[in-house]
């Protein structure tokens, strides 16, 4: 009985000292604290235990297996990126290099299309890429998906929404019309199966073919059934530029409709006769916050998005897939329809073309190895080159890279994505899939954002032009996406979450990337933990690939 008592005090003993006194497996010491909370920084220590953060505050003299000194530089968690498009990318190249050397532990993905379901129509569409970077298919469902990541190991943690345009084009395929109720209904079943094996919500691209070719009502439907267990609905809304007001109307009437939250992907003005908009578009949102509508948003930190080089057509030329669309562009009739609605700027959906002009077009990403060498060119410079206008030069480059090219597009002011920025209910993403300066991702010219848009929105607009302060970016990039999300134990450093820490140097944290030359890691991030483990340390990958993938709130096992 006695000796049971001791054991006992012992036990109590001992789990007091792993609690308050270590020992750990890691101590991060002198450290101004930046928690994600918003609050003031403060000095203070972070002891880790496995993979979570056991004790946040002075730990001098505990025990810890190792230390890291901060020397004074900002301790975070790590951050969050609210659109990654890594989902199979990371199957190539499980590094993410791009991502950890701007701090980013997490990856939200899945824009309108999604890693699941698949079927054979679907991986047909995705052969070009998945050819292109050698990636091997062996799953039809998100579990599916999840357990093949799970065998690659990744260095960032994802999670993932389940695509309205998955979910079409499993079903319908590539036609514009609307489902029947049968259909439909099996849709609703695929929202279903994808939310219970763990998907965020529900997501649309509507400004792209065939996302595009969905009504209102078909979307509300989608979304009540990502509702039921407690997803969010997430959205490119249908149009950035003439029609933003329209979209962003849209989006928050599937918010009503569903009777779920709405967040709103990389919100943008496009279109130099569309800026000064973004006013209007915060008192929207606002609005709407005021009336009871869970509505926020998130944004890239550059006034030039990037997307594939077809966008630039109208919607008509996109049905049916790529195939249909090269038939198109070989039509005489169909060429002629398409080269007056660039110019004349009548389209059935937003107008890329006249929204960047072919000077700002930057041709990013080019296949056809006899095409290589107008990448890093505009649309412009190659038409004057060719002696042809910037419209057959533009459909002469589609039909000779199959309609496989990606392009940057200049579209936005900085005034605007200032005050988007400005604004307390939008995140950050990159809005790119990871990349590296080495390897099989080392390839074309991405947008610069693929590796800086974190550490450029805290050179950029915290330090520099002091835009908001540093704990509002830190919390933007933290707490705020893993709470809108639904990520449980992510976002804070605070005992109980997962070590997910980023070390950086406020003074001297940038990008590096440019839009000439965007091979280039970001600068000023000193050691980034997933999970516990150091992924990121001395300006290099530790080699360690502890990411997980992260299931949403209607995760069934």
Known sequence: MRTSFIVCCLLVLLGCQARDG???????????????????????????RGDKIATVGKLDGAMAKRRIDAGGKIVAPGFIDMLGQSELILLADHRAMSKISQGITTEVTGEGGSAA???????????????????????????????????????????????????????????????????LEAMKQLVREAMQQGALGLSTSLVYAPAAYAKTQELIELAKAAAEYGGIYISHVRDEGDKLIQSLLEAADIGR???????????????????????????LFNVHREQGLDMTADLYSYPAGATSLDATMPGWAMEGGRAKLLERLKDPMAVGRIKVQLEEGAFDRQNFYRDAGPEGILLSVIDNPDFKKYEGKRLSEVAREWKKSPADALIELLIADSARSGAIYFLM????????????????????PASATDGPLNIAKPHPRAYGSFTRALGTYVREERLIPLE????????????RVGLQGRGLLKPGYFADVVVFDAERVTDKATFENPHQYSEGIDVVLVNGQPVWEGAAFTGNLPGRALRGPGYRR
């Open 22 to 48: 270590g020992p750990y497996d890691l101590i991060i010491e002198n450290g101004r604290i930046v928690d994600g909370t918003g609050n003031p920084w403060y000095h203070g220590d972070v002891g880790i």
């Open 257 to 283: 409709g569903a009777n779920i939250p709405v967040h709103v992907w990389h919100l943008k003005v496009s279109g130099k006769q569309n800026w000064g908009t973004m006013v209007n578009v915060v008192k």
């Open 472 to 483: 509002e970016a830190v919390r933007k990039m933290t707490s705020f996406p893993a709470q």
């Open 413 to 432: 002011s900085e005034e605007d994505v200032r005050m988007a920025m400005a604004q307390p209910w939008t995140a950050f993403n990159t809005d790119s």
């Open 117 to 183: 379901p698949l079927n054979d129509r679907i991986l047909e569409e995705w052969k070009p890429f998945l050819d292109r970077y050698t990636i091997s298919v062996d799953w039809t469902t998100l579990d599916g998906y999840f357990r093949r990541l799970e065998v690659n190991r990744s260095a960032i943690n994802l999670a993932t929404f389940v695509g309205a345009t998955q979910v079409r084009g499993y079903v319908i395929g590539y036609e514009n019309r609307e489902p029947t109720p049968q259909e």
